[in-house]
């Protein structure tokens, strides 16, 4: 009887499976059980405030043989406490380094050093980084990595948690609060609304701000001005993650896996760079 490989989230919001981050992930997982009587499902949406008993008898009642656990934020790391324990799980970009189980991050405290080290570098000394208001995943860790870099430059930090959908209220009361003259956003399609709704203002990328991603979507190379990113290693974790559950359900003893990727900084021209 084939296994079941359920891909647990905490972010249900339909714009987050369109994103590269979740598309990448889900596609290589896919592709990794092929040929292992494995298959893969996406979970509906956990119920909220349940205890992690309740949780974990609902998946076992969804017939789950192992849990593939997305960007959790710390509510749902304490709901599936039993589901851990009971059953072969590993979580893609763990909200902290920390945590007593299996994980696969990529280094976004480093991403996060690199970025604002290269913003201050090209002169930028008020840096923002906007964050959604309920962080999950790698935002922990990004708002480690820049903290420490922002201290370690004498910089003043500068973290707003932005509201969605970003309209010209949110721009004003959250973006261009206090005059940042760079900003880092939470990934590429934000970073692609706030260039928008810059270039309306009247305020020139980068002469005036400069403007930073996540993910390196297909499109991050074609705005324009074309846009600095950071590409995470979405494939390796995806796949290292899904050969770790095939081989627990194999029943192969493995120790507890906690492995972080290196991500790449893409620096383009909405930070400063040239056109080629």
């Keep these: 009887m084939?296994?079941?490989?359920?891909?647990?989230?905490?972010?249900?919001?339909?714009?987050?499976?369109?994103?590269?981050?979740?598309?990448?992930?889900?596609?290589v997982a896919s592709q990794t059980v092929a040929g292992n009587d494995c298959y893969v499902r996406i979970m509906p949406p956990l119920p909220a405030l349940a205890d992690?008993?309740?949780?974990?008898a609902q998946l076992n009642g969804q017939g789950v043989d192992a849990a593939l656990i997305i960007a959790p934020d710390e509510a749902l790391l304490g709901q599936l406490?039993?589901?851990?324990?009971?059953?072969?799980?590993i979580i893609i970009s763990a909200p902290r380094l920390d945590i007593p189980w299996s994980y696969v991050n990529s280094d976004n405290y480093g991403a996060l050093r690199e970025v604002v080290t290269h913003l201050a570098g090209t002169g930028r000394q008020r840096i923002r980084l906007l964050q959604p208001?309920?962080?999950?995943?790698d935002f922990p860790e990004r708002a480690r990595g820049y903290h420490a870099a922002i201290s370690a430059l004498g910089l003043t930090p500068a973290v707003s948690e932005l509201a969605y959908p970003i309209d010209d209220a949110v721009i004003d009361r959250q973006v261009l609060v206090d005059a940042p003259d760079a900003l880092i956003a939470a990934d590429d399609q934000d970073a692609l609304a706030l260039l928008s709704r810059l270039q309306r203002r009247g305020l020139r990328v980068p002469e005036d701000i400069a403007l930073v991603g996540f993910d390196d979507e297909d499109f991050a190379a074609e705005t324009f001005p074309t846009l600095t990113t950071v590409s995470q290693p979405l494939s390796e974790m995806a796949r290292r993650a899904t050969l770790y559950l095939l081989a627990r359900l194999a029943g192969v003893e493995r120790d507890m896996y906690q492995h972080i990727l290196p991500n790449r900084l893409i620096v383009r021209e909405s930070s400063g760079a040239?056109?080629?």
């Excluded at 992690?52 to 974990?56: L, N, T, Y």
């Excluded at 406490?81 to 799980?89: G, I, W, Y």
């Excluded at 208001?133 to 995943?137: N, R, T």
Aim: hydrophobic fraction near 40%; avoid cysteine.
């Design 52 to 56: 992690p008993a309740a949780i974990h």
């Design 81 to 89: 406490a039993q589901t851990f324990r009971a059953l072969p799980s």
């Design 2 to 27: 084939a296994t079941l490989l359920g891909i647990i989230s905490v972010e249900q919001e339909q714009s987050f499976f369109a994103e590269r981050y979740f598309r990448e992930i889900i596609t």
């Design 274 to 276: 040239r056109r080629g």
């Design 133 to 137: 208001e309920l962080p999950s995943g």
